[in-house]
């Protein structure tokens, strides 16, 4: 059974693109969750997602910053006209239920 | 609002025992958990403690006290592999979303 998978594993991009990174939970796991990390810091939470909803997305920025769940293909985290501080890990996690959290590798973004 | 603080650094040698602590506050209590994450890499789940007690899985134990609203991870017998950053999470008043600690770096020397 394949893990989180997310891709891409590094991605650069020049302030004012577009960033997209995805998701594909654990088979089985209907509930996505992205995070976000800066160096030597927790992780902060971002959005929660159920298949086609968005649960919770209290510690989503409100501006630039969207996510998506579709009913078919993976999660989708999608950072518009992206600036320097958006340079950090994303981690994705799945779980069946509200149970423990299986995570992902990682997307670290580089703005430059 | 949820908060957890928990110590930002602990070192400890080969084949000791360690104590990570984690106090919370939180306006709805749906259990404490506690996960591990080497170098950046994809943190793992290590425990849950959803009941006042102990927990224990191996080398690793979790505590809980509801009452005191905290909480521990204890490593035994430690081992050069078990340097890392370890975090205690709480879910928030909603109970959704899974509200991380700053994390606690352990350094194991020999």
């Known amino acids: 059974n394949a893990g989180v998978m997310q891709n891409p594993r590094h991605l650069v991009r020049r302030r004012g693109q577009e960033a997209r990174l995805r998701c594909s939970p654990m088979?089985?796991?209907?509930?996505v969750y992205w995070y976000r990390q800066l160096p030597e810091e927790g992780l902060k939470f971002m959005v929660y997602l159920q298949k086609e909803n968005i649960i919770d997305e209290s510690g989503m920025p409100k501006e630039r910053f969207s996510a998506e769940f579709p009913k078919e293909g993976p999660s989708i985290l999608r950072i518009q006209q992206v600036v320097r501080g958006d340079s950090a890990a994303y981690f994705c996690?799945?779980?069946?239920?509200?149970?423990?959290?299986?995570f992902g590798s990682g997307t670290q973004l580089s703005v430059l | 609002g949820q908060s957890l603080e928990q110590p930002s650094e602990v070192t400890a040698v080969e084949g000791a025992i360690v104590q990570i602590n984690c106090t919370y506050q939180t306006s709805g209590f749906y259990g404490l958990s506690w996960y591990q994450q080497h170098d950046g890499g994809a943190p793992t789940f290590l425990s849950y403690?959803?009941?006042?007690g102990l927990e224990e899985t191996g080398r690793f134990s979790s505590f809980l006290s509801r009452s005191d609203s905290y909480g521990y991870l204890l490593l035994q017998e430690l081992q050069m592999k078990d340097s890392a950053s370890y975090f205690c999470a709480v879910r928030d008043q909603a109970g959704t979303a899974l509200i991380f600690g700053k994390g606690t770096t352990l350094s194991v020397s020999s």
């Open positions: 996690a799945s779980s069946p239920g509200r149970e423990k959290l299986f």
């Open positions: 088979k089985g796991h209907s509930h």
């Open positions: 403690n959803g009941l006042d």
